[in-house]
């Protein structure tokens, strides 16, 4: 059946997967990581995992440092959301129009020049603001313009069959980073200093640099009809999405999970006040870590679920895990029960993206999947930004316990509902 037909959601089995001779089942399936072109890029993201957190850290450390603010903070965070949703839609279109290994090269290029030019202000004790703001900015653009062409290129290096295990592998390693990214950055500040920080992620680039340039060339398939990369081509991704229901529901599932359910704008709050027997330190680092922990967990074990072909049912159920998860995690009056319940959720997070992912990879063209993944990039950035706010206001309306369960409730009612109500998901299989 053709992916491109709008009339019905439900496709016909694919080639079987080939079965794994190795008896535990349970592990990380890594059958992506023996094609060769997968796994230069899969260890491009693991190098880059790691550094681009490095940035992520001496960035908001470095605005603190010369304002003393965290509202400032804030707002140099911002400065960053809507040049990566600009150029996310946008670099998904010019993901479809162009060689996806020649955009890469590109944008894996601005991004390490704009790491470059970080340390350069920093080295220098430029002591501006306006000027990491804007160097924020630029590297986000960049951002926007690479996501979409990376994850768009994983399903001409695997087949379908292994998309699931891919995405797996993927989200495992930028969990990871995200884990290792800070307790590093929080090691090395104090010995080489938060200039250095920039530098370490420059070079990380370098060799994602070098891993792409070894990638086969990836231009439009054969038969695709010559494009420019502008606000139609961009309108036309919405019209997709729009006229397959399957991809609809999964953008609206991510959508569910994490502005109703992602409740870490309270976690502070949660920490000073609920978990302050704890120590509010040890708390609100247990807190922020859970989750990742999880994630990370569920890739390391993903063998268990990553040759399921039923991936519409994998979403619904992983999503009403996490709801169920996050109202367990509002009921706990205990540190370590709470904790454990955000792992749960956790895991049904990476469970969520690895089967999301996979379903924008097979059930889109090729010449749609950069613009599949462009609105994807968008959702994911998009949506706990949102929640941070929602969650923010209910917390300080009705208590954050309250907030935190009653969003998590939310999420498990609204998921079941449009399951119920849209079919198209609960069919869609590989």
């Given at each position: 059946m053709?992916?491109?037909?709008?009339?019905?959601?439900?496709?016909?089995?694919?080639?079987q997967?080939?079965?794994?001779?190795?008896?535990?089942r349970?592990?990380?399936?890594?059958?992506?990581?023996?094609?060769?072109?997968y796994?230069?890029?899969?260890?491009?993201?693991?190098?880059?995992?790691?550094g681009?957190?490095?940035?992520?850290?001496?960035?908001?450390?470095?605005?603190?440092?010369?304002?003393?603010?965290?509202?400032?903070?804030?707002?140099?965070?911002?400065?960053?959301?809507?040049?990566?949703?600009?150029?996310?839609?946008?670099?998904?279109?010019?993901?479809?129009?162009?060689?996806?290994?020649?955009?890469?090269?590109?944008?894996?290029?601005?991004?390490?020049?704009?790491?470059?030019?970080?340390?350069l202000?920093?080295f220098?004790?430029?002591?501006?603001?306006?000027?990491?703001?804007?160097l924020?900015?630029?590297?986000?653009?960049?951002?926007?313009?690479?996501?979409?062409?990376?994850?768009?290129?994983?399903?001409?290096?695997?087949?379908?069959?292994?998309?699931?295990?891919?995405?797996?592998?993927?989200?495992?390693?930028m969990?990871?980073?995200?884990?290792?990214?800070?307790?590093?950055?929080?090691?090395?500040?104090?010995?080489?200093?938060?200039?250095?920080?920039?530098?370490?992620?420059?070079?990380?680039?370098?060799?994602?640099v070098?891993a792409?340039?070894?990638?086969?060339?990836?231009p439009?398939?054969?038969?695709?009809?010559?494009?420019?990369?502008?606000?139609?081509?961009?309108?036309?991704?919405?019209?997709?999405?729009?006229?397959?229901?399957?991809?609809?529901?999964?953008?609206?599932a991510?959508?569910?999970?994490?502005?109703?359910?992602?409740?870490?704008?309270?976690?502070?709050?949660?920490?000073?006040?609920?978990?302050?027997?704890?120590?509010?330190?040890?708390?609100?680092?247990?807190?922020?870590?859970?989750?990742?922990?999880?994630?990370?967990?569920?890739?390391?074990?993903?063998?268990?679920?990553?040759?399921?072909?039923?991936?519409?049912?994998?979403?619904?159920?992983?999503?009403?895990?996490?709801?169920?998860?996050?109202?367990?995690?509002?009921?706990?009056?205990?540190?370590?029960?709470?904790?454990?319940?955000?792992?749960?959720?956790?895991?049904?997070?990476?469970?969520?993206?690895?089967?999301?992912?996979?379903?924008?990879?097979?059930?889109?063209?090729?010449?749609?999947?950069?613009?599949?993944?462009?609105?994807?990039?968008?959702v994911?950035?998009?949506?706990?930004?949102?929640?941070?706010?929602?969650?923010?206001?209910?917390?300080?309306?009705?208590?954050?316990?309250?907030a935190?369960?009653?969003?998590?409730?939310?999420?498990?009612?609204?998921?079941?509902?449009?399951?119920?109500?849209?079919?198209?998901?609960?069919?869609?299989?590989?």
């Open positions: 053709d992916a491109s037909d709008s009339t019905t959601e439900e496709r016909e089995p694919g080639p997967a080939p079965r794994r001779r190795h008896p535990r349970w592990a990380m399936d890594t059958r992506p990581l023996r094609r060769p072109a796994r230069r890029l899969w260890g491009s993201t693991a190098v880059t995992a790691v681009s957190q490095l940035t992520a850290v001496a960035v908001p450390k470095q605005v603190y440092d010369i304002t003393g603010s965290s509202a400032w903070v804030g707002a140099a965070s911002l400065a960053g959301l809507v040049p990566l949703i600009v150029f996310a839609l946008w670099g998904g279109a010019v993901a479809d129009s162009m060689d996806r290994r020649k955009l890469l090269l590109i944008t894996n290029s601005g991004i390490a020049v704009t790491s470059l030019l970080f340390w202000q920093a220098a004790a430029v002591d501006s603001v306006a000027v990491l703001m804007v924020l900015a630029v590297q986000q653009a960049f951002w926007g313009l690479n996501a979409p062409a990376r994850s768009a290129s994983i399903a001409r290096l695997v087949p379908e069959h292994e998309l699931p295990a891919a995405g797996a592998l993927g989200s495992t390693v969990q990871t980073g995200q884990i290792a990214g800070p307790l590093l950055a929080g090691a090395l500040i104090p010995v080489i200093g938060l200039p250095e920080l920039y530098l370490i992620d420059a070079l990380a680039l370098c060799v994602t070098w792409v340039h070894r990638l086969p060339p990836l439009p398939l054969a038969g695709t009809a010559a494009r420019r990369a502008g606000v139609k081509e961009i309108a036309a991704g919405f019209r997709y999405i729009s006229g397959h229901t399957v991809l609809l529901l999964s953008f609206l991510d959508i569910v999970a994490m502005v109703l359910g992602m409740p870490r704008a309270l976690f502070p709050q949660l920490a000073a006040q609920t978990f302050a027997g704890y120590g509010e330190g040890l708390a609100l680092g247990l807190l922020f870590a859970a989750i990742p922990v999880g994630a990370v967990l569920g890739g390391l074990f993903s063998g268990t679920f990553s040759r399921a072909r039923r991936h519409g049912w994998m979403v619904i159920g992983a999503v009403v895990v996490w709801g169920a998860a996050i109202a367990g995690f509002g009921l706990s009056g205990s540190l370590w029960i709470a904790v454990a319940f955000l792992a749960v959720a956790g895991v049904a997070d990476m469970v969520s993206m690895v089967f999301r992912g996979a379903i924008l990879l097979s059930a889109a063209t090729d010449e749609m999947r950069g613009r599949m993944q462009g609105v994807f990039t968008v994911v950035a998009g949506g706990p930004r949102l929640a941070d706010l929602l969650h923010g206001t209910a917390g300080s309306a009705f208590g954050p316990r309250t935190v369960t009653g969003g998590g409730l939310l999420v498990v009612a609204v998921m079941l509902a449009l399951a119920a109500a849209v079919p198209a998901l609960r069919r869609y299989r590989v």
